[in-house]
């Protein structure tokens, strides 16, 4: 099973893998676990009632993980059946996670300033289709 902590030992397959650096990674990290917390949606897409809780039985517990695991999907872009496998999770749970994940994983971007250039008017203020901090 592909976690954080194998893989960032392995800085050339993490970039490969993410297209981030293990540095890049943690700092995403930050703002990733903040969207987290603000979600108002469980990861069956039914609006949360208490505060945001990770179940000892979930199948992606640590929040690099979670990151680790939409990184690797929309880089790679994988079927279901294949980054589940790569996780060690059904294709169903990964159907789950990936709507589950993919709008914190917006969030994080945006919120950290990473989110790519979506209009040419703002093209000169970025560089290789991220925002300069």
Do not use: W
Not at 39 to 49: L, Q, V
Not at 96 to 117: K, R, V
């Amino acid at each position: 099973m592909t976690n954080y902590t194998e893989l960032s030992g392995k800085p050339n397959e993490f970039i490969a893998m993410t297209g981030l650096s293990v540095d890049e990674f943690n700092s995403l990290l930050f703002y990733f676990k903040k969207a987290e917390c603000e979600s108002k949606f469980t990861i069956a897409g039914k609006e949360r009632r208490n505060k945001h809780a990770v179940y000892s039985n979930s199948p992606i517990k640590c929040s690099a993980d979670r990151l680790l695991f939409i990184l690797i999907y929309m880089k790679q872009y994988m079927t279901q059946a294949a980054i589940g496998q790569l996780f060690g999770i059904s294709q169903p749970k990964a159907d789950m996670f990936i709507h589950y994940l993919t709008p914190l994983l917006s969030a994080a971007l945006n919120e950290s300033g990473y989110s790519p250039c979506r209009n040419m008017e703002n093209i000169n203020e970025y560089k290789s289709g991220y925002l300069l901090s």
